[in-house]
């Protein structure tokens, strides 16, 4: 039975429908369909926001399509067939269907097709292996993915140990799609795989591993991810040797719980030593921005001792010394490391004061 979406508004926008009939009017209907990201959460409900589209047309092709219909063609990764299109101030990632010729861990060489089940076979999950037509039409070449979806299962497309070959990097992405849209316990076989090959990451470019590690940490609730990248020996490969997630955890409950915005580099501060030369050798492995850098350091410096109990007056003179940014991290890193011993109402106070006076 084909299954189709329901109505969706970024399916229909005037963005979204310029791009599909400049396609079309080069290569026919339905040589166009939107792929991945933006299929996989309208089926499980969560927000869509980028919209990739892939298509039977070769780059040029697209390209020539996009500029015939007055649209801005980009051409961001024509190596890999991607064009960037952009219609209506809305920017879509345009991208020729594809299969891997040749692979070695760090990049691919490929070979355009128009066969849509070799383009499936070539992506990391199956639940990132759904296409939709323009009118929400759902494909599913793999014949899993959807059902992998809506259970909230994370499964390489095919063998795990062949995927990651082809991009260590999916050893994080495996634990950031965990965490981000995970139910339930981690498929085993991709554990074993991603445990069996997490000194391939030795080596992979930091501003990549912090690229992938920063958004599993944005997620609501990152905490078993970690707890099996830690079991799996992952994080002593790409982070100085952390010690226990007790701080880690704990913060994360109380971001939860206190309804704060989730904050990765936080998150990250935990999960790094105490001494200033684990925070800086981390910070370079990672090759972090400045302001990263800077935040993480100043977070895990030397200073006043943070307490729950500290009175207004000494609160003024860490803000004095610290800045206000930085007292505010502080606390929340003594509140996750006080093992809950204080109330959350002292906390939130000592917040409160130090926001008062940014």
């Known amino acids: 039975m084909t299954e189709r979406l329901g109505p969706r508004p970024w399916l229909t926008a005037p963005a979204t429908a310029a791009v599909f009939d400049a396609l079309e009017a080069k290569g026919g209907a339905g040589c166009a369909r939107v792929v991945g990201g933006a299929v996989r959460n309208a089926v499980i409900g969560a927000p869509v926001d980028d ?20 649209l801005k063609a980009i051409p961001t990764g024509l190596e890999h067939g991607t064009v960037t299109a952009l219609a209506h101030g809305q920017t879509f990632e345009i991208t020729t269907l594809r299969r891997d010729v040749e692979t070695d861990g760090r990049r691919a060489v490929v070979a355009f097709t128009t066969d849509w089940a070799q383009d499936a076979q070539r992506r990391d999950f199956t639940l990132n292996a759904l296409y939709a037509d323009r009118d929400g039409t759902l494909h599913d070449p793999l014949g899993t993915g959807l059902a992998d979806a809506r259970a909230r299962r994370v ?3 095919g063998e795990a140990r062949t995927r990651i070959a082809e991009d260590y990097l999916r050893i994080l992405r495996f634990f950031r799609f965990q965490a981000w849209y995970g139910r339930g316990d981690a498929d085993p076989e991709a554990l074993a795989a991603c445990e069996a090959l997490r000194d391939t990451l030795a080596d992979r470019p930091g501003e990549r591993i912090s690229k992938e590690l920063l958004k599993l940490l944005a997620a609501d609730d990152p905490r078993a991810s970690v707890r099996q990248m830690a079991a799996a020996g992952i994080l002593d490969v790409i982070l100085p040797p952390v010690g226990d997630l007790h701080d ?4 994360v409950e109380i971001e939860s ?3 704060f915005e989730c904050d990765p580099i936080l998150r990250l501060a935990c999960l790094l030593p105490a001494d200033q030369i684990g925070v800086a050798q981390a910070a370079e492995r990672l090759r972090l921005s400045n302001a990263e850098r800077d935040r993480l350091t100043a977070a895990k410096g030397q200073g ?5 109990w500290m009175s207004p007056r000494e609160s003024r003179r860490a803000v004095y010394a610290l800045s206000a940014p930085t007292f505010h991290d502080r606390i929340k890193l003594a509140w996750a490391k006080s093992n809950r011993t204080a109330t959350a109402a002292q906390w939130r106070g000592l917040l409160a004061l130090c926001d008062s006076w940014t």
């Open 51 to 70: 919209i990739d589209i892939a298509t039977q047309l070769t780059p040029d092709a697209v390209t020539e399509a996009l500029q015939a219909a007055g």
């Open 304 to 308: 006043p001792r943070i307490t729950s």
């Open 257 to 259: 719980e206190m309804l």
């Open 155 to 157: 499964v390489f497309v």
């Open 248 to 251: 880690f955890e704990a913060l």
